[in-house]
């Protein structure tokens, strides 16, 4: 219990009436008869706020929030008592949350409510928990305040953000996809599927021309086939200490999760399996299934899943995987390439692609390049962008490797990842090549 403004003043006051009674005894008795009511008044305050209870509280909070997105929180508050109550409320919010809002004072009339509410926004992924409602209470004459504090647990689940997931539904629906960056290449009537008979059209190639058919109705018709449906696509996500790396307000981490949502989203439209597997670092696997209900599961695998100290082991990770997955797939290998990666990397993707298609997304990191654009005034301002650029160039090897031993790859900034593997799918659906 701590003593409020008003009693200080009270106290202020009452040292100025000591000061004039002694300057005038005649004031000596009315500085006395003061100095009791206070002290008087002051203990039957005091009690009075010991004894008072803390309001009722209820806290609305959506159960799942996505990553770096503002929420909002409501804290519906209940006097049950007989007097009108002051106070002021805290909310307990979590670690990895940031609010703004609080705390927030009010009044309420005896059996009254008031919504207050504030805006949280998550900046870790994982299961949060709200502890408890703390309420400084104002006693009736306004000089002390009580702080109470009322248990109230609520749980919610911050998952990646999906927003990317959202804009693609809509752009897909309004046919603008190249807003995004996705290319949709089209080549009338040509896929590995077979989808339809249908009249021949300018510009067909004579080898879709269907001759029986043709024959038996009298005029050409042309065989038109569709993409592959029903392949897998499995991701190989790097959960060590690289994917630490932040370039903007997401760590790569997040940012491969989100590259994964999306392909995920694609692949599952097109009609394909998607599963994942994790490695250098808390391992989970998800086995490839078709339907829109496999993003889900694939949200609930990763959540919470965050990045280790651990440095990547490709190898380990490849002899898992292929213990794991029988069925040819086209398997998206997401880490971030290092110069010293070749010994390691070469011979799991090798490994890999003996039976399957892999295609290898690495993340460029934007310090390095903004280290080379700082301006040079001294000798260590030298030495770091000389050694900059050796480090770059020693990593560009490392990926020309890749590249050079027929594995798909991608480098590219974080936040041009997304678009990149989709275009990447695509293009391979398109290819026939899984």
Known sequence: MTPTRRLFIALWLLAALGLAAALWPALATAWV????????????????????????????????????????????????????????????Y???????????????????????GYRIRPVERGE??????????????????????????????????FAAVSKYILLAMDNRLSQMGILKRRRRGEGQDFHQLREYRRGDSPRQIDWKAT?????????????????????????GHRMFTRDDALSHFDHTLNALLLLS????????????????????????????????????????????????????AATQFLARQKKRSLVV?????????????????HLLKKRHLVLL??????????ALHGEVEDFDDAIRVASTHRYLASRRRAFEDVQASGILSLDVPPDRLSVSLVNSYLDIKRSGSL
């Not at 024959?215 to 790097?238: G, H, N, P, T």
């Open 94 to 116: 979590p670690e990895g949350v940031e609010a703004r809002g609080l705390p927030q004072a009010a009044t309420l009339e005896p059996d009254h409510f008031v919504e207050l």
């Open 361 to 370: 997304a690495s993340m460029q990191e934007r310090a390095l390049d903004d």
């Open 215 to 239: 024959s038996r109705m009298r005029k050409l018709i042309a065989r038109e086939y569709q993409d592959e449906r029903d392949q897998e696509v499995v991701f190989l996500v790097d959960c």
């Open 33 to 92: 008869y003061a100095l009791v009511a206070l002290a008087v008044l002051a203990l039957l305050d005091g009690l009075a706020a010991w004894r008072m209870r803390p309001p009722a509280v209820e806290r609305e909070l959506a159960s799942s929030l996505p990553l770096g997105v503002r929420r909002p929180v409501t804290l519906r508050v209940h006097n049950p008592g007989r007097r009108r109550l002051a106070f002021e409320v805290f909310d307990h």
């Open 128 to 161: 949060i928990l709200f502890p408890r409602v703390q309420f400084r209470l104002v006693s009736a004459l306004g000089l002390w305040r009580r702080s109470r504090q009322v248990p109230l647990e609520s749980r919610a689940q911050v998952y990646p953000n």
């Open 333 to 349: 290998v997401i880490t971030n390439l290092r110069d010293e990666d070749s010994d390691d990397l070469l011979p799991a993707l």
């Open 265 to 316: 989203y694609v692949a599952l439209r097109q009609g394909d399996a998607v599963g994942l597997g994790t490695f250098s670092g808390e391992q989970r696997w998800l086995r490839p299934a078709k339907g829109q209900g496999q993003l889900n599961h694939i949200l609930n695998t990763v959540y919470d899943l965050q990045p280790t100290t651990q440095a990547p082991d490709y190898a380990q």
